[in-house]
């Protein structure tokens, strides 16, 4: 046997090795009640942001604070922490992929991923945030702010 | 029906090239490979001559369909689809083009675009290979093509036309405003156009110049990597088993700069314009792209080998049509929705999965047809390509796995049938040659490639075994971890492989070279650790002795090829594409390794904020920081102030102006967001940095009131008071220093008898700043005609001057949190960042001039 051949067999064995332990490591898709059948083990809980219940959000007070409930396809809810501000499309987003485990009745979440309608799906064209049926939109942001600055000292 | 305002001859146009492109692709594919195959010059002529004509044709309609869309796009035609989908009226006219490729067929036809391109340049140039090279070329372009065809055969959609009409596209199945009558069962009413005002436009965080270069540059690369396929597959087919190498190595050379190029540009937007805080996150659609570009750098480095020893041509054919059987499948893991959970950029499905996977089968099994020996054998394989892809729609399904056992016996046939052609060499490489360390490199480089492959692959396994696996808790770790230890034996093997010579090298010979950039390497990098020193903890000890480790190795590669320019090649420009490519491979090594194991979070929430954290709030630090307008914080080094903000002047987009100070610098960034785009009640940040030599300071707004939901309930708390009196509110007190009236106001409006009253409040925060505070009520005939109110943000306090009674002032106090214009920041510092980017600049600069080399090698010899 070549020494290059057996060089060969160590690398690809060792690559088996790493790639052997790295699906050890990786952990599963949840729903609320089977992440919480597992509290402290790491997990991606599928859920939407359930919007009829409050979101805990003060930024003046702590901006690494975020509380919200969660609730899956199932309609399981579950109470979710984030030591974030509210991720970006946050609101329109239909599924949220949420990192974390659950502890002490909350799910303690440390990454959180929007998926939103995608916008290469044809849609109802009454919810897309384009038009057709033109809707009057204010920005009320730039006014509002700009006024403030206009007295501000 | 006619419908009012339509203008249907352009998507006639660019649909009927579309067929045109799908019939003279395959024509070109086929009198190709009859000219391969004829036997006499004269058929093999007339072949020829039809086989160009094709490809002419065939870059004809491909330019014609995209000059159609941009004529579209140009001209808001809303009636079509994907003009109404990917742009809108406001839309800048340098966003036209990536407006283009922002969706699925866009790409797709910018794709074919440089397959015509490359495609032109090689029948130009290379006259040998043409027709066996072309052949593939044009079978792909085939594939393509059928992308964006759009038509039914049988029910089964195939391709998603980006001619259709947005009244047949079925997006106004459920809008009753688009029907007669309202009634969604009868038709669209002629005059629905009047209705389509404007465009769905451009997702805003695409409308950034990087999204103007990055996608050309990328398929640019994607595009060029079919060339070095397919001479593999013109090698085995026209048994010249070793013959095309040397033409084949400028053009992987090309395909590695750009395809490098390209991901890295990628990487650089993701850096300057997305906000997860830097430039690459192993999101699957970054994997997807970078695994096809480093197997086909191990390819390039098999091929120089077999140029100059003979060795490793079976592993270069093995290399090659991996790195494009990778590129098809980076384009079914980005484009089938499969990827939906894991990545934040995917394509979504669009119900092209089956066809994107048979694109995928197919050419997974032309490498087997290619390398077959005989018509019976091809005629088989053939058959069985046909049999296993309708197996694969029936079976994926009931089988787990199917679909992946077709792929690997795939590679499998060809990996059999290719080693029955291609020849190895018996006698054993010497340890001591450069083309056995050169091999190992390649290896390693290859199997770390298939390492990140089947991570990134767990959602596909998830679909094909119907399994429940989700990336680990550290998942962006699980991949660093193990690419560390690669970076280590990559950046040795870059430093010292060029010191050795082909064949053998002698041993005195070998240390006397090394001895010098191995002393110096050393004193660099002890300099590193020392006095720049990397503590990156978080992931132990152990991975942080790695973290070192590469560092030492990187080093080590910068600096043994910046000596081999300048010593063993005398800084010849020309001949040192190699080296610079390494020496910038090994910065780019060393500026990974600085500015993740060195980057700091700024914004850390310590003790900076105004008011306590909630008494149920468990948190003690954070990565964000609220700022209060006008009031500094600490955020690092820094004072922090956010300023003010301005609205650009046409979109719904702010810009934010935050001072940083700190005793040796001050400066201003401008982070800006999106802000309710379109209705849709969203912040969409973009980031804004500082940049100096050695490093950025980084920061995006992540948080923000918002506007629509300040409702200031509190109600004035009244006090009457005399000049000189102290009021107190929650966080110090304020005392009337001054109460004036005034009549005959020179301001128009008001009566001569109208008087206007002045409060002068100071306003003093307990052991802090004081703020002057003038307030103005004007009075007439009895009545309050005017009344100003006064905000002091940073105290929360609003005061107004509300009554004037006996020369007393009562003055009205509000203090609530609702009314102070805030935001939260994120900011980072990314220290060394820029030797990346000049290693990435180097190492494209580096494989072009060998390119160069190569080709002017080549040409001299032709002479």
């Known amino acids: 046997m070549k020494k290059i051949h057996i060089i060969l067999l160590i690398l690809v064995a060792a690559s088996i090795a790493v790639l052997v332990s790295f699906l050890q490591t990786t952990t599963t898709y949840d729903t609320v009640d089977t992440a919480k059948s597992k509290p402290g083990k790491f997990v991606h809980l599928m859920a939407k942001w359930d919007k009829s219940e409050p979101l805990l959000y003060d930024a003046i007070k702590n901006p690494n604070y975020l509380e919200f409930t969660a609730v899956d396809s199932l309609g399981q809810k579950i109470p979710v922490v984030y030591h974030n501000p509210k991720p970006e499309n946050f609101e329109l987003s239909e599924k949220l992929v949420m990192k974390g485990k659950y502890e002490d009745g909350k799910f303690m979440c440390q990454n959180i991923q929007t998926k939103c309608p995608s916008k290469y799906k044809d849609q109802d064209p009454s919810k897309h945030p384009g038009n057709i049926e033109k809707k009057e939109t204010s920005y009320t942001l730039p006014e509002k702010v700009g006024g403030q600055i206009a007295t501000a000292k | ?863």
């Not at chain 2, 009636?79 to 797709?108: C, D, F, M, N, R």
């Open chain 2, 1 to 863: 029906m006619v419908y009012a305002g339509e203008h249907l001859l352009p998507g006639q146009i660019g649909h009927f090239f579309v067929l045109l492109s799908l019939v003279a692709s395959l024509v070109a594919a086929f009198a190709y490979y009859k000219t391969v195959r004829s036997q006499n010059t004269g058929e093999r002529k007339g072949w020829l001559k039809l086989a160009r004509l094709s490809f002419f044709t065939d870059c004809f309609s491909v330019f014609t369909i995209f000059f159609m869309l941009v004529y579209m796009m140009f001209n808001h035609m809303f009636e079509y689809k994907y003009v109404w989908q990917h742009s809108s009226l406001s839309l800048e006219p340098k966003y036209i083009l990536s407006a283009i490729w922002e969706g699925q067929e866009g790409s797709t036809l910018l794709w074919t675009i440089w397959h015509c391109v490359l495609g032109l340049i090689f029948i130009a140039r290379e006259k040998k290979w043409e027709a066996p090279v072309m052949s593939v070329v044009s079978f792909a372009q085939f594939f393509l093509a059928t992308m964006i065809v759009g038509i039914y055969i049988f029910d089964v959609k195939i391709g998603s036309n980006p001619f259709v009409l947005l009244r047949e596209s079925g997006v106004f199945d459920n809008a009753p405003a688009m029907h007669l009558d309202f009634d969604l069962t009868k038709a669209i009413r002629p005059d629905y156009l009047t209705m389509v005002t404007d465009g769905n436009d451009l997702n805003p965080l695409l409308q950034n110049y990087w999204m103007v270069i990055h996608p050309p540059f990328l398929f640019l690369g994607f595009a060029s990597t079919i060339i070095p396929f397919a001479f593999a597959m013109a090698g085995l087919w026209t048994k010249d088993i070793g013959g095309w190498i040397k033409r084949a190595i400028p053009w992987t050379l090309f395909s590695i700069a750009i395809l490098g190029l390209g991901i890295m540009m990628g990487a650089k937007w993701a850096y300057e314009s997305l906000n997860f805080g830097g430039y690459w996150a192993w999101d699957p659609v970054e994997n997807a792209s970078l695994v096809p570009w480093m197997i086909m750098v191990s390819g390039l480095h098999t091929m120089i080998i077999y140029k100059n020893t003979g060795y490793s041509l079976r592993s270069t054919y093995i290399f090659l049509a991996l790195s494009f059987i990778f590129i098809v499948y980076s384009t079914f893991l980005t484009k089938s929705g499969v990827l939906g959970e894991s990545s934040v950029h995917a394509f979504a499905d669009i119900g092209m999965n089956g066809q994107l996977f048979l694109f995928m089968i197919v050419f997974v099994w032309l490498t087997p047809f290619m390398a077959a020996t005989t018509d019976k054998q091809r005629i088989t394989i053939a058959a069985v390509t046909a049999a296993l892809s309708l197996a694969t729609y029936f079976l994926a399904e009931v089988i787990p796995g199917f679909p992946l056992y077709v792929i690997i016996a795939g590679v499998i046939t060809y990996i059999v049938l290719m080693n029955r052609q291609v020849p190895a060499v018996k006698k054993e490489e010497s340890a001591s040659s450069r083309e056995f360390w050169m091999f190992i490199g390649s290896l390693v480089f290859f199997l770390s490639a298939m390492i990140i492959i089947v991570q990134t692959s767990l959602p596909v396994f998830n679909k094909l075994f119907d399994i429940n696996t989700a990336p680990g808790e550290n998942s962006e770790f699980k991949y660093n971890q193990i690419q560390v230890l690669v970076a280590i034996i990559v950046g040795v093997l870059t430093a010292i492989s060029q010191y050795f010579r082909y064949k053998h090298t002698p041993k005195e010979y070998l240390l006397k070279k090394l001895a010098l950039p191995t002393f110096i390497s050393a004193i660099i990098a002890t300099f590193i650790l020392v006095v720049v020193k990397i503590n990156f903890d978080k992931h132990g000890i152990g991975f942080l002795i790695n973290i070192w480790i590469a560092l030492v190795a990187a080093v080590y590669a910068v600096v043994a090829n910046a000596m081999y320019m300048f010593g063993s090649l005398k800084g010849n420009m020309k001949n040192s594409g190699g080296s610079i490519a390494h020496l910038g491979f090994g910065l780019l090594l060393v500026g990974i390794l600085l500015s993740s194991g060195k980057k700091e979070v700024l914004s850390i929430n310590t003790s900076g904020i105004p008011v306590n954290f909630g008494p149920d709030s468990k948190e003690v630090t954070g990565e964000n920081l609220t700022l209060v307008r006008g009031l500094p914080m600490k955020m690092g080094p820094y004072k922090v102030t956010y300023v003010g903000d301005s609205a650009h002047p046409k979109k719904q987009q702010t810009y934010f102006k935050i001072d940083f100070n700190s005793e040796k610098e001050s400066f201003t960034l401008e982070p800006n967001a999106f802000i309710n785009y379109k209705g849709n009640m969203e912040m969409m940040a973009n980031p804004d940095a500082k940049h100096y030599w050695d490093h950025d300071v980084f920061t995006y707004v992540s948080a923000l009131q918002n506007p629509t939901k300040i409702a200031d309930t509190t109600k004035f708390e009244m006090n009457t008071k005399a000049v000189g009196d102290t009021i107190y509110y929650s966080k110090g007190y304020m005392i009337l220093e001054k109460l004036v009236g005034k009549d005959n106001l020179p301001v128009a409006g008001f009566a001569k008898t109208d008087t206007g009253y002045t409060a002068s409040v100071k306003v003093q925060q307990m052991n802090g700043s004081s703020y002057q505070s003038d307030l103005l009520m004007i009075r007439g005939a009895g009545r309050k005609l005017f009344q100003s109110e006064d905000t002091v943000f940073s105290q929360n306090l609003v005061l107004t001057l509300n009554d004037i009674k006996n020369g007393n002032a009562e003055i009205g106090v509000k203090e609530s949190a609702d009314i102070t214009p805030w935001l939260t920041l994120k900011a980072y510092k990314f220290p060394y960042i820029n030797l990346l980017w000049l290693g990435v600049i180097l190492t494209v600069i580096g494989s072009l001039i060998a390119m160069w080399k190569r080709i002017e090698v080549s040409r001299l010899k032709n002479v």
